[in-house]
């Protein structure tokens, strides 16, 4: 994976190196799409999108719609995401010899996995209805109900 990142504003350009620590907690929106099956190390990345965004920013994450567990069946769309596993995404997120070895078709309790592995309070499926993909809220803070804030529990 490449760290480096693109910022473009109206006054300049600058390629920046996504693991530079003072980078950290200075954006407000962190977005990954499509790429997250493809990563050999798809919680390091996310742990680096925790940090950029820290916790006031908001991380989006954008991949395939596939069915929330493997099915004979399947759907046309589904067994295509397997087609581009098999051939792509699974070899290439396999380059790496500590690889996840996720591959396109990463559910979405797959990727609530990683992101609690990465430090992440919640995964939220946004109510986006697109054909092919399915796109995430990566929940950096866990926040209390008003209700149990002032709650007094004994131990």
Known sequence: MDSTELILNEDETRLRDAGDATLMGQYDLVTAFECIHDMSDPVGALQTMLELAGEKGTVIIMDERVGDRFSARGSGVEWM??????????????????????????????????????????????????????????NPVCTLLPQYMEKKFDI
């Open 81 to 138: 995401m397997y087609g581009w596993s098999v051939l792509h995404c699974l070899p290439v997120g396999k380059d790496d010899h500590h690889s996840a070895e996720t591959g396109t078709v990463m559910r979405a309790g797959t990727l609530k996995r990683f992101a609690e592995k990465a430090g992440f309070c919640d995964v939220e499926v946004l109510p986006i209805d697109n054909f092919f993909f399915r796109f995430y809220r990566l």
